[in-house]
């Protein structure tokens, strides 16, 4: 099946930066038809699908956007067994769900199978929009791994890149190099989660497939940021640096903002 393409509002300049890109899959032609509509003139650039299928051929022959809007109910698949097939195909993308299914038992199940959110129909399209652009700045792709040749110090983070060593108030947290690599990005992006599959490919190489199932590699991370956090607080029982974005990824928290004047 054919997708539709709406575009976003004429932009009043070229330095303007591109619109957000959102793949939306809703088999409701008059809804999906009116919301594309809506998010069109919040800016978005939507390209609209009545089923998964006709999303994954899409993506197969251009995988160019942000984010993918999904429906709950589809016809033959649905879009709680869509996500993990995307995921197999090596679709990263964040995936928002946007249903009149609101149930917390639903809302469980998506994030466990690698949603970044989930969307009441009712809350609105302003509430939708900022979801949207919050997802899509979330998904950028991630700053290098920090310079090896100097020492670099992130509040009481200390690291070395020449030696591959961090210290945490002072003390040498004994990171293994993989555990340090991943710090080191995440230090790079101190604010900026990282998704599950950069961290993944930072402990190994982009690409990299291991584990059961297509969340394998989810459940590898999650492992080894448990790991690493346990060192942390054999040093500083208070530590809490490492932020979880829930079917996402990690985050090296945000400084806190000094608020004196």
């Keep these: 099946m054919q997708s539709t393409e709406v575009a976003g509002r004429v932009r009043d300049s070229a330095s303007e930066p591109r619109p ?18 809506e998010l069109s003139d919040q800016g978005f650039a939507i390209q609209c699908f009545s089923d998964g299928e006709s999303l994954i051929a899409t993506l197969q022959q251009s995988p160019e956007a942000d984010v993918i809007l999904l429906d709950w109910s589809l016809p033959r698949t649905s879009g709680i067994d869509l996500v993990p097939e995307l995921r197999q195909r090596g679709i990263e993308l964040p995936v928002i769900f946007l249903t009149g299914h609101s149930a917390t038992l639903r809302e469980a199940q998506a994030f466990d199978r690698g949603a970044m959110d989930f969307i009441d129909k009712l809350r609105g399209v302003d509430v939708l929009a900022r979801r949207l652009r919050r997802a899509a700045h979330m ?45 080191s990005l995440l230090a ?24 059961c199932g297509e969340e394998g590699h989810r459940v590898n991370v999650r492992s080894t940021i448990k790991r690493i956090r346990k060192k ?21 928290r945000s400084p806190p903002v000094n608020t004196r004047h």
């Excluded at 890109?21 to 009116?34: G, T």
């Excluded at 942390?232 to 090296?252: C, M, Q, R, T, V």
């Design 20 to 37: 957000v890109k959102v793949l939306f899959v809703d088999d409701d032609d008059d809804f999906r038809e009116a919301l594309a509509g």
């Design 139 to 183: 998904a950028k792709p991630p700053v290098p791994e920090l310079p090896t040749d100097q020492t670099l110090i992130f509040g009481n983070l200390v690291l070395r890149p020449s030696i591959g060593r961090l210290f945490w108030n002072g003390a040498d947290v004994g990171l293994t190099l993989c555990e340090y690599k991943i710090i």
């Design 188 to 211: 790079s992006n101190i604010g900026h989660p990282i998704s599950y599959r950069a961290i993944y490919d930072t402990m190994h190489y982009q690409g990299f497939i291991a584990g």
């Design 232 to 252: 942390f607080l054999k040093i500083d029982p208070g530590f809490d640096e490492i932020e979880s974005h829930a079917g996402f990824g990690y985050a090296w």
